[in-house]
Structures are given as C-alpha cells and as structure tokens.
C-alpha cells in the first residue's frame, strides 16, 4: 500500500490505490471513514479519489474574533511566545481576497453556534471576515456570543438512497411481498429518520437521487430511477387511430425559492433559483417555495432548485393516445417509446383504459411519473419532513412503547310504572261506579281498575314503560 | 377488548351498591343525558335493589296510600346519595290516598 504520507507537504493526502496488491484477512478499523468520491460508468461504479481542491482541512486552531459593522475580524490567538497578528494562515495559505473562502465559523465554546462567512478581505491586523445577511443585527442578537473561533466544514455519514431505501422498508416489511431497487443509487444522503411513516420517508429520499417509489399488484415495491418503468412498449403514430391530444399545458413554474437547512447564525441558506430560458412569457413563481432540508449549504440549494425546475419543465404536456392498436399489454408505469414523424419519444404511461371488444387502448403519457400538481405537492412536503428530527428515537436501549386499547359497556334499563286502585272503606256489589255508604265515593276516572268481589284492591294498570 | 364476566358483575355490584333512593317528581320535560337529576322532586323513597345475575339488577320502588299529591306525577329518577344516575318521564299520573303505585326497572350491563 502506498504511503498515506506525501514527504514533500507534510500531508496525509496520498491517494491510495482500491485494489490491495496481496490477500489478507480483514482487520477491524473503527470509527475511521474512507472518503471518496463515487461516478458509475456504463458497467460499473468507480470509487475514486475526491477532488482534493472541493475540501478544506481544518485543524483545532483558534482564532480570537472582534466584531465590526458588518463583518469580524479574526487574528490567531496570541500565546506565550506567539504575538503574531498579520493575517490568517490557514490551509497552506494566507488569506487574502482572492483566498477560498472557509466554509463556517464555529465557536469553540459552544459547536452550535456558526457563522458563514461571505468573503474576505485584508485588515492591518489580522483577516477581515465580511457576513452577509445580518440584517442590522449584532452577533448577540442573532445568538452569537462566543470570542474564540474555529474553522470548520461539517461532514455528515450517510448511506446511499437505495440502501437507505432498503433500510426503510425492513422496518415495515409484514405488508409487502418483496422489495427491489433496479439499480442503486449514486447519492448519499446524511438524515436521521425517526418515527416517521416508510412512504413519507421513501418519497422524501426521492428528492435527492431522483429515483421514484413503484408498487405492483403483487405487493412487490420497487424503488427505481424515473425514467425507467415496469417494461418498454413501443407505439408509433401510426398505430394511433383516435389521434393524440396534449393536455392543457400546465404553465411549468420558472422562479421557485428553495430553503434549505440554515447552516449557520447568519444564513438561513434560502436561494431563489429562475429559469431564465422559459421566463420570456412571464415570471411563474412556486407558491410558498420548497423546502429542502437536507440542503446544507447555498451549493446543495442550488442545485435543487435547479433539478426541481428541470423536473417541473418536462412535467407539463402529458398526452392522451386514443384507440391505441395493439397496446393490450400496456399498463400504467410502463415506458413509452413514441416515435412520430420528428423524433423518438421515451415518456411513462400514467393511466391505460383498454376495450377489450374492440383491442383498442386509451393511453396516457407523460414526460415524468405523475402530473405538476403531484411534482408540487411532493416537493411541498417539507412540514413532514422537518418532523424527522422531532420524531422519538428508537434506537435506544430503554424504547417507550406505546399501545392503546379500548372496551366499552352499554347499560340498558327496562322500566314500567303501574297503579292500582285501593279502596280501604266498604264495598259496594254489583256496580263499580257508585260511591260509597260513608265514602266519598270519588274515583279519579284515570286509576279507575276493575274490583274483583270480595277485595279492596284493582288490578295494577301499567301507566308508562320504556 | 372484550369486558369479562368478572368485569360485567363488577359494574353490577357497583352500580347496586350506588343505588339508594328513587325521586318521584312533578315536571314532565323531556328526559335526555344532559339532564340533572328530577325537575320537580315530589318524594324520595329508598327502593329495592336486587341483583339478578351477573349482567342484570332489578330496582323497584313503591309509593303507598300514605302518599298523595295534588299534582300529578310525572317523572322518576334513580340515583345515588350524590348523583342522578337516571331519569324517566311518562304520562302524568295522579296519585292520591286510594291508590299504589310502584316504579320498576331492570338494568343490564352488556
């Protein structure tokens, strides 16, 4: 193995070769993490040595801060033996203004606390730190209070979508048959996923690697790339004997403003990202923007933006074939490969009606997997997604479960109310309605029961139930 | 979640045990779940509880020739020392001197 050491800087920076030149059995290296950087050719992934200008090294030097209007000036930290205060080294440079600009500053005493710097200028003691976005307010007032400085470029460790995919479902695998991914992905994503439903969390991936979630009547779920279907099916315009509509188009959106994972005090990493080209017939904005949380600097929301644009572009203008000729196989997910007069077309069957009687089919296609409103609506979901972190954490060694169940009891009453006539004074034979000798002989015509001879009782008369 | 017996004849005992006086009453207003207890209370008399098995109690209450108003009654309520626990309404019945009246109900527990 080559030596990780380059005598002439001073670095452990070598690139080290991916194949080792003689077998051993594997030994056990912790908490170490090889970086590099992965490209997939038409028969492989590479894994290759990361461009060594992308990253920064930084180091455990501080640096003291004095804050200004608008910006901070940071000097090394003075010691015994050390007054140094010209301008900062970092790196293998000294700054200047045309120096790269570091990722974030970090206060020591407290990591949480960052500031992102904007650029850099010569001061006569010291780097002159310009921030952007402080609005008028101090570093106090925006929550930044420390003296002493680091640099630093955070990293986060995550896995690759498609295995993270497949994490996912493991979870929650009693509802499918199987679980494929076509090919996997070339995008890692760092996020923590807790208590959050599979579907939410799949979709939320599908934002980074552009792959899509699929299911099939066999309760097999799939987690592939867009643009690939179930099967290809090919249609020619000819084979079209209804004709082809285009839906209305659905004007695409060309301005949207994508948040992303504000990184620092001073930055809330928002970024408006327009389409220039299709902004000639008006400026179409997406309402409320998206949220990108993931995106954890203004590069990563960049680049949503730009995808999510790109997307929402080849959305609009999803065609109907109607009375299709020999497209009894088609089914929704499949792809489409149309070729008409101009061109050849690859776009994904969304909705199929086929008339069995008549072998004609009625074919709806469009550019991606769903319509703009579902592109919106997906990309919208950043309330869902930002609960990730709040979720409980289940991966501890005390989980708090928690079940419920319910009983219930029904009380059913039965009720009557009766009356009976009671005569404690005399009888009279015969005739129930004459009065009595030395009675009153007032008989209240509601209680009024029949007398049975020889007894001063009636029978009871049952007034009221329920 | 099925209750079981031992559950059902729990409430029973309960709900014997809670029972111990039967108001009879004047007002005839319409009897619901919201209501108090009785509108218009006439008399209270202690009735008899009796538990018949273990879903059902069996509550009755005897108004005798002692007893007589000169309005006619037309609500029951059955409840506790504290709480109205059930109300009913019927057609107005005088009673006077000459006359028994007895109020009967069963209550299951399902």
């Known amino acids: ?466 | 979640m099925p209750l079981l017996t031992s559950g059902h004849r729990y409430v029973v005992d309960k709900l014997a045990e809670e029972i111990t006086q039967v108001v009879f009453g004047f007002d005839g207003g319409i009897a619901t779940s919201e209501d108090g207890g009785a509108g218009r209370p006439a008399i209270t008399v202690t009735p008899l509880v009796r538990i018949v098995d273990d879903n059902t109690i069996s509550v009755e209450a005897k108004l005798t020739t002692v007893d007589s108003f000169t309005l006619p009654l037309r609500e029951v309520c059955i409840r506790s020392a504290d709480r109205a626990l059930f109300r009913y309404t019927y057609d107005a019945i005088t009673k006077s001197s000459d006359t028994e009246l007895i109020f009967s109900t069963i209550i299951e527990v399902n």
């Not at chain 1, 499949?334 to 690859?346: A, G, P």
């Open chain 1, 1 to 466: 193995m080559a030596d990780a050491y380059n005598r002439t800087t001073g670095r452990f920076s070598e690139a080290q070769p991916t194949v080792m030149k003689r077998v051993r059995k594997p030994s056990f290296v912790d908490n170490a993490v090889r970086h590099a950087a992965y490209s997939s050719s038409s028969t492989k992934r590479v894994a290759a040595a990361p461009t060594r200008t992308d990253f920064q090294a930084s180091s455990d030097k501080t640096y003291t801060l004095t804050e200004e209007d608008d910006s901070i000036r940071i000097e090394h930290t003075t010691s015994a033996g050390n007054r140094f205060r010209g301008g900062i080294f970092h790196d293998d440079d000294q700054f200047d203004a045309s120096s790269i600009v570091p990722s974030l500053f970090v206060n020591k005493h407290s990591p949480r606390e960052r500031l992102a710097p904007y650029s850099i200028e010569t001061a006569t003691k010291g780097t002159r730190i310009r921030l952007n976005n402080l609005k008028g307010r101090s570093l106090n007032d925006i929550g930044f209070d420390g003296k002493t400085l680091q640099i630093a470029q955070p990293v986060s460790i995550g896995l690759r979508t498609s295995d993270l995919a497949e994490r996912i479902v493991n979870s929650s695998r009693k509802t499918l048959s199987g679980f494929r991914i076509s090919a996997p992905s070339n995008v890692f994503v760092a996020k923590d996923i807790n208590n959050v439903d599979a579907l939410t969390a799949l979709r939320y991936l599908s934002r980074h690697d552009g792959f899509m979630t699929k299911s099939d009547s066999y309760g097999i779920a799939s987690y592939i790339h867009q643009l690939r279907g179930n099967k290809s099916v090919y249609i020619h315009q000819d084979m079209v004997s209804g004709g082809i509509s285009e839906e209305n188009m659905d004007a695409a959106p060309n301005r949207v403003t994508v948040r992303g994972k504000s990184r620092a005090k001073n930055d809330d990493n928002v970024v408006q990202v327009d389409d220039i080209e299709s902004q000639k017939d008006g400026v179409r904005e997406v309402q409320g923007g998206i949220f990108a949380p993931t995106a954890n600097n203004r590069n990563s929301t960049k680049n949503i933006g730009r995808k999510f644009l790109a997307t929402a572009k080849r959305a609009k203008g999803a065609k109907m074939m109607t009375e299709t000729i020999n497209s009894m196989q088609v089914e929704a997910g499949d792809v489409v490969l149309f070729q008409d007069i101009n061109e050849k077309t690859q776009n994904m069957a969304l909705r199929v009606r086929h008339n069995l009687t008549g072998r004609r089919s009625d074919i709806k296609v469009s550019s991606i997997e769903g319509s703009l409103e579902d592109l919106l609506q997906r990309a919208q979901e950043g309330d869902i997604s930002s609960m990730f972190d709040d979720g409980q954490e289940e991966n501890q060694q005390v989980t708090e479960k928690n079940y419920s169940v319910s009983a219930s009891i029904t009380v059913k009453t039965t009720w009557a109310i009766a009356i009976r006539q009671i005569r404690p004074e005399g009888l009279i034979i015969g005739h129930p309605d004459r009065g009595l000798i030395r009675g009153d002989g007032a008989v209240v015509e509601s209680v009024n029961g029949l007398l049975t001879l020889g007894t001063s009782e009636s029978k009871w008369t049952i007034k009221g139930n329920g």
